[in-house]
Every structure is written in structure tokens, then in C-alpha cells.
């Protein structure tokens, strides 16, 4: 049940097909963009070297599964917009299908079938299905408990609110960083030249946005030109409380996803929250958490808080049948949310490497990488821990 996905179509949630039978039945999509989509193995691979998602899906799906399909899921991972991000760097797992298989559907059969040859024969599958597949994942007490978990292992190494501002190598090879104080931003006034005064360390992980990196450490000894083209579009979340009677919807399902096409609608998605994990909202009611901005609106994403809370509303209105205002309502935005690996990112993977090539003792990690989820971000840092343990041997 969880595992439903809704897509809005014509101001209503329709749950996204998840078997053949689905697509065949699904109002989604017309009869024409069903037969393009079953025609998809007999398409050509690209001749562009790097290609956005939506050429790759207009190319090889169809428009209509742009629009209702690739649309609203680039949306609810990178808040992206589709015409912009590599398919490449974006999603490698669809590029990866066309380059190995020819097709999506194929390719998509051919690993399916592998992975049940090797149940049968009870051992694990190819590399890509070695990784533990789980569901939606949270925490009891929300996500947060994880770095607070190990903020408390680290104790007071760990330094809360402080900017770093100025990044210099020394003479010895270490790494001095400047820290503005805390409580103050980078226009305090003191300045933003480490001094000798400031902390060094023979290794640093750098795990900001890269547009931070790029301003502050001019000594990165690489063109770091590609780094600061790298866009992050705000988003903002904003969870709301409702009695349950008050939502005409089910809410059986992980959540909705508003394709750009529905111009009714002005939010990228709610995740039906309490539906999703336990001991989200009392049993009476239902917690939603609703998205806007992104790369689609920006501006929504830094509007003022009645304006963004009505975009919502309208919304959940208009799609769920919300017809009593929220018992709850909060907002959290996040100025620079998601890096968006845009037609290109080649350039800027190639600039990181060559930072950490030319800076050692300078590690790179987060989801600026090689993924933009908590996992990907989660192992890069990983990565760079290992770096770092055999530099320091
Ligand atoms: C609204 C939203 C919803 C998401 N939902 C999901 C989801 O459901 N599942 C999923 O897998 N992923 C999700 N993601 C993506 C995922 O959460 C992020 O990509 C990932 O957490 C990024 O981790 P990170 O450590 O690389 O970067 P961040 O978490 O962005 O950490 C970077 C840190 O650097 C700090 N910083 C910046 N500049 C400086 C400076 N000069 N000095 C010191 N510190 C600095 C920032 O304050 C920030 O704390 C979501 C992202 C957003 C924005």
C-alpha cells in the first residue's frame, strides 16, 4: 500500500502503473503514448554524447511519459527540471540500460530475470543487486537522530555554527581553516584571511556546496569555473495536520507527485507522511509534507509564508479533497536544497578530481559527487573517510 505512488493528472491523483496490466488500463496515458511506450526496445541509442532527461524521454518514451512520467519523478528527486540534467550523471542506472541493453524495457526484463535465475539458484545477483533494498526509511524520532547520535560520540570536537571562510595551505602541507565566530555570518567584519591563530589539520573533508568551495579557497590549484555554474534551487517543505475525516483521499500510498503540465497546480509533491511511517500524527489524523520550489519555482520557495502556505492549501484542496483548514502547519526552506547535475556535470566531476589530485590532504564528499540521496551522500563521505585513513596511514 505504501508503496503506491500517485502522479496528478487533470487536477486528481491517479496511482502510477506498477505492473503491464496498470499500464495497459491506466488513464495516464493515451492509447498512441501506450503503443509508443511498448515500441521502446526498437529505438535507436543516442548520438549525443551527454543528453538531458527529457530528450532521452521524448527519444526513447514518448512525450506523454515526459510529461506525466519522467516530469514529476526528476521533480521529486532532484526538485530538478528535466530539461536541464544529464541522463547521464543524473540517473546512470537509465543511461546504464540503453548503453548495456539497447532498451529500457529490455534491459529492465534481462536484469529482473537475471536476479530470479539467481534466486533459483540461491546466490546473490549482479553488482547493482547486492546493495540492500529497503522501502521508505526513517527514524523513530526522524532522521535527525542519526547526526545527533553522532554529534554525541564526537563530544566537543564538534563545533555547531561555525562558518568556514577561508581555507589556505601552509608550508608544511596542512590545512589551515578560518571559522567565522559563532552567531556570525561571513559579514561580521573580521575578516575572511586565516591567520595564524587558526586551526590546522593534515587532512579535511569538505562536504559544502561547491560554489562555497570555488569562493573559498582560491589555492584549489584547478580551474574551479565548472563548480560555481553549479546551480541548487531552494525548496521548501511545509508539513501540515489535518483530522482525518477532513481529507476526501485514502492516502494509501507513499505520496503524489505534481507534473509541470498541471498548471492548476503550483506544489512539486506531498509525501503522505503518516501513511508512510508510524508515530507521524495521533491515530485521528494525518501528517502531509508538501514541497515547492525547485528548479520549476524557485521564487515560491522563498515567498512568504502565506503565500507559500496558500499554494499548498489550494493544492491539497484541489487533488485531495482537503476541505477543512490544518489542526498544524510548519515550514522549513532550504535556500540551496539539491545540486542539480545539469547537461555538462562531466566538466565538474572532472574539476573534483583534479582538486583532490592537486590539494592532498583535501577531500571532497556529499551529494555534489555522485548521487543526491542521503545513501549516495552517505557513502561518498564514507569514501573520503577511507582516503583519509590511508593518507594518514
Ligand atoms: C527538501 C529536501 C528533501 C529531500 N528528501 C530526500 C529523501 O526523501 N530521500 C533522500 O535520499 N534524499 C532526500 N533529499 C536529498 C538529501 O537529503 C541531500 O542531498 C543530502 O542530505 C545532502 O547531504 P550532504 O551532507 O551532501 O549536504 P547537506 O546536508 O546540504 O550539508 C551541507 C552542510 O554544509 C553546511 N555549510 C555550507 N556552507 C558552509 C560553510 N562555508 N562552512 C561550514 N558549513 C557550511 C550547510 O549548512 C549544511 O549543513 C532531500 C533534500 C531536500 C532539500
Redesign the pocket.
Known amino acids: 500500500m505504501a508503496g503506491r505512488r500517485y502522479v496528478v493528472f487533470s487536477g486528481r491523483p491517479v496511482a502510477l502503473p506498477s505492473s503491464l496490466r496498470d499500464l495497459v488500463g491506466t488513464e495516464l496515458f493515451s492509447p498512441q503514448a501506450k503503443a509508443r511506450l511498448l515500441a521502446e526496445p526498437f529505438v535507436g541509442s543516442a548520438e549525443a554524447e551527454d543528453e538531458s532527461v527529457a530528450d532521452f524521454a521524448r527519444r526513447r518514451l514518448g512525450p506523454e511519459v515526459l510529461d506525466y512520467g519522467i516530469n514529476p519523478f526528476t521533480a521529486g528527486?532532484f526538485?530538478g527540471d528535466p530539461e536541464a540534467l544529464s541522463l547521464q550523471h543524473a540517473f546512470p542506472c537509465l543511461h546504464a540500460l540503453e548503453q548495456e541493453h539497447g532498451s529500457l524495457l529490455g534491459g529492465g526484463l534481462r536484469r529482473a530475470a537475471g536476479r530470479f535465475a539467481q534466486r533459483l539458484l540461491g546466490r546473490g545477483g549482479d553488482d547493482d543487486d547486492a546493495r540492500p533494498r529497503s522501502g521508505?526509511?526513517s527514524l523513530k524520532r526522524g532522521?535527525a537522530t542519526l547526526p545527533r547520535a553522532l554529534a554525541d560520540r564526537l563530544g566537543d570536537r564538534v563545533r555547531y555554527e561555525?562558518?568556514?571562510?577561508a581555507l589556505r595551505r601552509t608550508g608544511e602541507g596542512r590545512w589551515r581553516v578560518h571559522?567565522?565566530s559563532p552567531g556570525h555570518g561571513?559579514d561580521d567584519g573580521s575578516g575572511a584571511s586565516p591567520s595564524l591563530d587558526d586551526p590546522t589539520f593534515e587532512a579535511l573533508v569538505w562536504?559544502?556546496?561547491l560554489p562555497?568551495?570555488s569562493a573559498?579557497a582560491p589555492e584549489l590549484d584547478a580551474d574551479t569555473s565548472a563548480l560555481e555554474d553549479v546551480s541548487y534551487p531552494p525548496?521548501?517543505?511545509v508539513a501540515t495536520g489535518f483530522p482525518r475525516d477532513s481529507i476526501d483521499h485514502a492516502l494509501d500510498g507513499f505520496g503524489m507527485l505534481v507534473p509541470e503540465v498541471e498548471t492548476g497546480c503550483r506544489t512539486l509533491g506531498t509525501?503522505f507522511s503518516s501513511s508512510v511511517f508510524p508515530h507521524r500524527a495521533p491515530d485521528d489524523r494525518v501528517l502531509l509534507t508538501t514541497?515547492v520550489g525547485g528548479a520549476r519555482d524557485p521564487a515560491l520557495a522563498e515567498a512568504d509564508d502565506e503565500t507559500v502556505y496558500e499554494a499548498v492549501y489550494h493544492d491539497l484542496r484541489r487533488a485531495l479533497g482537503a476541505h477543512a483548514p490544518p489542526v498544524f502547519r510548519q515550514r522549513?526552506t532550504?535556500p540551496?536544497?539539491?545540486?542539480q547535475y545539469h547537461v555538462g556535470y562531466g566538466r565538474v566531476k572532472d574539476a573534483l578530481d583534479r582538486i583532490e589530485a592537486n590539494c592532498p590532504g583535501l577531500y571532497l564528499?556529499?551529494?555534489?559527487?555522485a548521487?543526491?540521496?542521503?545513501?549516495?551522500?552517505?557513502a561518498?563521505?564514507n569514501a573520503a573517510a577511507q582516503r583519509v585513513a590511508e593518507r594518514l596511514g
Do not use: C, H, K, M
Open positions: 528527486v526538485a521508505p526509511f532522521l561555525a562558518e568556514v571562510q571559522l567565522a561571513a562536504s559544502a556546496s562555497a568551495l573559498l525548496v521548501s517543505t509525501l514541497y522549513v532550504w540551496r536544497a539539491i545540486p564528499a556529499g551529494n555534489y559527487r548521487g543526491v540521496s542521503v545513501g549516495d551522500a552517505a561518498s563521505g
